[in-house]
């Protein structure tokens, strides 16, 4: 008896040598602040067992046995969730499991910039090796069908800021983000615009901001290039603007605008055709969209480079000529 007595003691003892160990474990960083964060995947499908063997393989040291165990009797083995994740330094194997139950993913994020073209867009998102690329094989009417839009052509129709994404997202998740994101600072800006504005719909004033994206690098000359095209909107006066023209031009373009170019019809063309070209020209931001419905009250139908990142305006082509001698020739 007394010998069973001993054993049932050591069993005990040994339960509760084992169970502050594994407290501890549970409660302890996985790695020290000075180790880099490490970086694995949970395929879908995976229960805790087979998890603690994948995150174990990726170089994270956690015991797949005592993972399991841990996500067992904290009743969290089926609510792991399937993604790439990103392990910190001080990171315990209890944090790791409500990491994994959260579904915090490694973060990814990718700038589009104001005044891209489409192109230029598309081409960062197919470098981006954070991506799951699934448009690659689309033509630009394609993508824009695989995001749901109801829109067409795809210049103009995409937001430019910064998009966080979980790690092996698919790319068309970046595209509908940018897509919404633009639709709805679109039409916040259209819902407050002056009904007095020469435009037939949002998509004109989108049109318009894309110029506008164009024509200056100067946030607060924005309002006042606005207010000049509108004015040659309102009286049939062509917009004569060259970003409209290098656009329309494609490849065809070498960093130089002639004048043959300005004198070669294309839909883009804006001293050949009159109006708004058939597209936006670029992506605009959310400033361009701001000048463009609301643009500066003037009577100026000019503008002039003064050479120094600014521009001089004028109301007549007699002023006008006079600045562009002053400050061009």
């Known amino acids: 008896m007394a010998f069973i007595k001993k054993i049932i003691t050591l069993l005990l003892l040994a339960g509760l040598a084992a169970g502050g160990y594994f407290m501890y474990w549970s409660q302890h960083p996985l790695i020290s602040d000075e180790v880099e964060p490490i970086e694995f995947s949970i395929v879908p499908g995976s229960g805790a067992h087979a998890a603690g063997q ?7 040291p956690v015991q797949p ?23 910190k330094p ?49 033509s630009d009417k394609e993508l824009m069908r695989a995001i749901g839009s109801e829109y067409v052509q795809a210049e103009g129709m995409f ?10 997202s698919s790319d068309l998740h970046i595209y509908r983000q940018a897509h919404a994101m633009l639709l709805t600072r679109l039409n916040d800006a259209w819902s407050k615009r002056d009904p007095a504005l020469p435009y037939k719909s949002p998509y004109e004033a989108l049109v318009m901001a894309s110029i506008v994206e164009k024509e200056t690098g100067q946030k607060s000359e924005r309002s006042m290039i606005a207010g000049v095209f509108v004015n040659r909107l309102k009286i049939g006066m062509m917009l004569q603007t060259d970003p ?13 605008i002639h004048k043959s170019d300005l004198e070669t019809d294309t839909p883009y063309n804006t001293y050949t055709r009159n109006g708004l070209p058939p597209t936006p020209i670029a992506l ?46």
């Open 54 to 60: 994948q995150i174990a393989e990726a170089g994270v």
């Open 159 to 168: 937001f430019p800021d910064t998009y966080l994404f979980a790690k092996g």
């Open 90 to 138: 001080g990171t315990t194997p209890l944090g790791l499991l409500d990491q994994l139950v959260r579904g915090e993913f490694a973060q990814e994020q990718l700038t589009i910039i104001e005044g891209w073209t489409f192109r230029q867009m598309r081409a960062a998102i197919a470098a981006h090796q954070g991506l799951k690329h699934d448009s690659v094989a689309l």
């Open 244 to 256: 409209t023209v290098i656009y329309g031009m494609g490849a065809k373009y070498d960093g130089k």
């Open 284 to 329: 605009p931001g959310v400033q361009s969209l701001a000048a463009a419905l609301a643009p500066a009250r003037t009577a100026a139908l000019y503008f002039v480079s003064k050479g120094n990142g600014t521009s001089q305006f004028s109301d007549n082509l007699t002023d006008h000529n006079r600045a562009v001698n002053k400050f061009q020739r």
């Open 65 to 87: 046995l005592l993972f399991n165990l841990l996500a067992r009797v904290t009743n969290k083995s089926a609510r792991l969730k399937a993604g790439t994740y990103e392990l």
